[in-house]
Nanobody, 116 residues
Framework: QVRLVESGGGLVQAGGSLRLSCAAS????????MGWYRQAPGKQRELVAA???????NYADSVKGRFTISRDNAKNTVYLQMNTLKPEDTAVYYC??????????WGQGTQVTVSS
């Protein structure tokens, strides 16, 4: 069983920065694709960024150039550095692990609120 624990959310003014962390238990982290998703009130959950085990990554168009996803396999942790935050970035941010055996795990989410 894999457990994902997110941290780093909070309240920030527009233009500010936050860094989210997601720590994973277990031994499958380095072989897995890690992703950050977000869900705003009344909206569907959407992909923000993902990083594969080879280090390649992809981003939603809305965050390109502002957010950076990274991973530290030694610490079983994935990060999301969020810069130049906008009010429309306000959402609950979730960490997701996709194992190479096509099993998916989700974290409990962390709230990010950007004030204008």
């Amino acid at each position: 069983q894999v457990r994902l624990v997110e941290s780093g959310g909070g309240l920030v003014q527009a233009g500010g920065s936050l860094r989210l962390s997601c720590a994973a238990s277990g031994s499958i982290f380095s072989d897995s694709t890690m992703g950050w998703y977000r869900q705003a009130p009344g909206k569907q959950r959407e992909l923000v960024a993902a990083v594969r085990r080879d280090g390649s990554s992809n981003y939603a168009d809305s965050v390109k150039g502002r957010f950076t996803i990274s991973r530290d396999n030694a610490k079983n942790t994935v990060y999301l550095q969020m810069n130049t935050l906008k009010p429309e970035d306000t959402a609950v941010y979730y960490c997701k692990l996709d194992s190479k055996f096509w099993v998916t795990y989700w974290g409990q989410g962390t709230q990010v609120t950007v004030s204008s």
